[in-house]
């Protein structure tokens, strides 16, 4: 703990060229959910709650707005359903929690507090993690929770491109520049100077059944140690699992004793120069510096350093 530890709070709502926001209402309507969201978040570091609070909170804020990928807002998958993945790391303890391939929870990542929390294991799966969640008492929300007119044409988009992708046998076209990563993450630093992150989504559209990305895996989407940072992802989650891109960031601060805004800069270097990766992390290191990064044109995002004024970006 530091004496002098005032809060830091940083959350992101996806990365992509986000070319689905064409106009300045769509904009304002993605900034204002940041907004909104950070200064909640303040609120509960301001009152003294602590890090891991303030990232489940605000993780859940953001899965409760349908305009990002991750609880209602979650994309479908190659059959048309949903397939949600989360985790949730606690930098004092590095006690960490997830769940993935899930269905029909509003809130995956306050289920992936409850694997950390009320269980034995980090990561709780499928059929697995729903009786989990029945045995916590988490309410079940109806299908007509997550299915919007908007990501039923979405799928049917990614659909005929992934068609496309087959008669050109070209990987990249599969998931092309303009599609949205929107995952969801928050990274907070508390007064007492501890670090927490939590991610979560619905993943990529048309994605296979069956597949997880790096949202809930420690070390790829996720990853919090007070003696480093707290790191949370979005992006093409197969590049980050092999890259574990959120440790990575954490061994530069570790082991070269970089700051946040240099670990930040390291990483994405790494991830380009290594799988070519497409999309961004937030990064809060243990001193409470916000810093942010993309390979990708966009990533909305936001923070709250040292307690002062909200900053908001795409
Ligand atoms: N990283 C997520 C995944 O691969 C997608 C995203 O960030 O939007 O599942």
Same mark, same amino acid.
């Given at each position: 703990?530091?004496?002098?530890?005032?809060?830091?709070?940083?959350?992101? =709502?996806?990365? =992509?060229?986000?070319?689905?926001?064409?106009?300045?209402?769509?904009?304002?309507?993605?900034?204002?959910?940041?907004?909104?969201?950070?200064?909640? =978040?303040?609120?509960? &570091?301001?009152?003294? %709650?602590?890090?891991?609070?303030?990232?489940?909170?605000?993780?859940?804020?953001?899965?409760?707005?349908?305009? $990002?990928?991750?609880?209602? =807002?979650?994309? &479908?998958?190659?059959?048309?359903?949903?397939?949600?993945?989360?985790?949730?790391?606690?930098?004092?303890?590095?006690?960490? %929690?997830?769940?993935?391939?899930?269905?029909?929870?509003?809130?995956?990542?306050?289920?992936?507090?409850?694997?950390? #929390?009320?269980?034995?294991?980090?990561?709780?799966?499928?059929?697995?993690?729903?009786? $989990?969640?029945?045995?916590? %008492?988490?309410?079940?929300?109806?299908?007509?929770?997550?299915?919007?007119?908007?990501?039923?044409?979405?799928?049917?988009? /990614?659909?005929?491109?992934?068609?496309?992708?087959?008669?050109?046998?070209?990987?990249?076209?599969?998931?092309?520049?303009?599609?949205?990563?929107?995952?969801?993450?928050?990274?907070?630093?508390?007064?007492?100077?501890?670090?927490?992150?939590?991610?979560?989504?619905?993943?990529?559209?048309?994605?296979?059944?069956?597949?997880?990305?790096?949202?809930?895996?420690?070390?790829?989407?996720?990853?919090?140690?007070?003696?480093?940072?707290?790191?949370?992802?979005?992006?093409?989650?197969?590049?980050?699992?092999? #890259?574990?891109?959120?440790?990575?960031?954490?061994?530069?601060?570790?082991?070269?004793?970089?700051?946040?805004?240099?670990? #930040?800069? /390291?990483?994405?270097?790494? &991830?380009?120069?290594?799988?070519? %990766?497409?999309?961004?992390?937030?990064?809060?290191?243990?001193?409470?510096?916000?810093?942010?990064?993309?390979?990708?044109?966009?990533?909305?995002?936001?923070?709250?350093?040292?307690?002062?004024?909200?900053?908001?970006?795409?």
């Amino acid at each position: 703990m530091t004496a002098t530890a005032r809060y830091s709070l940083m959350i992101h =709502g996806g990365a =992509g060229a986000l070319d689905n926001v064409k106009d300045q209402k769509t904009a304002v309507r993605y900034l204002d959910s940041v907004q909104r969201i950070l200064e909640h =978040g303040r609120e509960v &570091l301001e009152l003294g %709650g602590s890090a891991l609070q303030a990232a489940e909170q605000c993780a859940s804020l953001l899965e409760d707005d349908p305009i $990002f990928n991750a609880g209602c =807002g979650s994309v &479908l998958n190659e059959d048309g359903h949903v397939e949600m993945d989360a985790a949730i790391m606690d930098g004092r303890t590095l006690g960490a %929690g997830a769940v993935a391939a899930i269905d029909g929870i509003a809130n995956p990542v306050q289920l992936a507090r409850l694997v950390m #929390t009320e269980s034995e294991h980090v990561m709780l799966i499928a059929d697995g993690a729903m009786r $989990f969640a029945d045995h916590c %008492g988490v309410e079940r929300v109806p299908a007509s929770y997550f299915y919007t007119e908007d990501r039923i044409a979405q799928l049917k988009e /990614a659909r005929l491109r992934h068609k496309m992708m087959l008669d050109h046998e070209s990987p990249e076209d599969c998931v092309c520049e303009d599609q949205k990563y929107g995952t969801i993450g928050a990274v907070a630093y508390d007064m007492e100077g501890n670090l927490a992150a939590a991610t979560s989504t619905g993943g990529i559209v048309n994605k296979r059944q069956g597949r997880v990305g790096d949202s809930p895996i420690v070390g790829a989407g996720v990853y919090a140690d007070n003696e480093t940072c707290a790191v949370s992802t979005t992006g093409y989650g197969e590049e980050f699992m092999r #890259t574990v891109i959120a440790k990575t960031i954490s061994d530069f601060i570790y082991m070269k004793e970089l700051d946040a805004e240099e670990a #930040t800069r /390291a990483g994405i270097d790494y &991830l380009r120069r290594k799988v070519n %990766g497409r999309g961004g992390m937030i990064v809060i290191d243990n001193q409470g510096r916000c810093a942010s990064g993309m390979t990708t044109k966009k990533m909305i995002h936001g923070w709250i350093e040292h307690g002062g004024e909200a900053v908001v970006r795409f």
